[in-house]
């Protein structure tokens, strides 16, 4: 790990995760507009090695059933890859065990961006996991508070009331500039390097969380495709209210996954701008 006195970061930009991540950070404003009715994760991984479990470890959690937007079933057991990956991947035994990965993947990121710089949008704990959970999640209705892998966009949400409407405000696009020039920043040729460096952990992470045969680097694909499917919406946004958060007057909008409406809560120029991102990076992560 670097030293405090160490020389600014490459000028690659941050590794390839912190384009979901950044994304998943934005889906911080979901949590604020839909906090009622988290989703149940399964318990953490305990096992120190992929081998099983340790005596103490929590016990194997019950499948994740899909969504709406989610994949059909049958589409997540399936043992054949549908989209092969892009390069070669480091021996699984190499991996560090889920409950000791931190210090390894901060280590990496550590190369690419300064701690302080990291800390502003991660959760720094328990990171392989919390990024698992978060991009499984983008194409299902919400993303779980609780395990998201990057902290709360900051700031309050912009709306004005007039009349008895609600009505999202352009002001509200501008706490999403940090991320989306973040995401704008990076090389995506590293961000696939830092990725395909701890695949093995990640699809570890995957499979304990309840997809035996499911392939993690298809997830993430599906992911960036729902997301560039995301409808542009002209005129202004009707909110509803009906408890302590926000949700979508439209139930069409309200419908939608929280990938694609992370798409639109960000504003029509910066969602413009994160599609160019993710066909950038969709370009290197399917071949």
């Known amino acids: 790990m670097p030293p405090p006195n160490a020389p600014p970061p490459s000028t690659a930009g941050p590794p390839w995760w912190l384009v979901v991540l950044a994304i998943a950070g934005i889906a911080g404003g979901i949590y604020l507009w839909q906090r009622d009715t988290p989703k149940p994760v399964p318990p953490p991984t305990t096992a120190s090695a992929p081998a099983g479990p340790s005596a103490d470890a929590a016990p194997a959690p019950a499948p994740v059933q899909p969504e709406a937007g989610a994949p059909p079933?049958?589409?997540?057991?399936?043992?054949?890859?549908?989209?092969?990956?892009?390069?070669?991947?480091?021996?699984?035994?190499?991996?560090?065990?889920?409950?000791?990965?931190?210090?390894?993947?901060?280590?990496?990121?550590?190369?690419?961006?300064?701690?302080?710089?990291?800390?502003?949008?991660?959760?720094m704990q328990d990171l392989a996991r919390r990024f698992v959970v978060t991009v499984d999640h983008l194409p299902r209705e919400l993303i779980p508070a609780q395990?998201?892998?990057?902290?709360?966009?900051?700031?309050?949400?912009?709306?004005?009331?007039?009349e008895g409407s609600i009505t999202l405000q352009p002001a509200n696009y501008a706490r999403y500039d940090t991320f989306v020039r973040l995401a704008g920043s990076l090389d995506p040729k590293t961000m696939v390097s830092i990725y395909l460096r701890f695949y093995p952990l990640l699809q570890q992470e995957y499979r304990a969380m309840g997809f035996p045969h499911g392939h993690f680097h298809d997830r993430l694909v599906e992911a960036i495709d729902d997301m560039l499917t995301a409808p542009e919406v002209s005129g202004p946004i009707r909110l509803v209210q009906p408890k302590v958060n926000y949700r979508f007057a439209d139930p069409l909008l309200e419908k939608l996954s929280a990938g694609r409406k992370i798409m639109i809560r960000i504003g029509p120029e910066h969602a413009a701008r994160m599609k160019t991102v993710l066909r950038a990076l969709r370009a290197e992560l399917v071949r």
């Not at 892998?149 to 004005?160: D, E």
């Open 73 to 123: 079933l049958a589409a997540l057991v399936t043992d054949a890859p549908r989209n092969p990956l892009p390069g070669a991947l480091p021996d699984a035994a190499t991996m560090p065990s889920p409950e000791h990965s931190d210090a390894p993947i901060l280590e990496a990121l550590l190369r690419l961006a300064r701690r302080d710089a990291l800390g502003q949008v991660l959760n």
């Open 147 to 162: 395990l998201s892998a990057v902290k709360r966009v900051p700031g309050p949400l912009a709306v004005a009331s007039a």
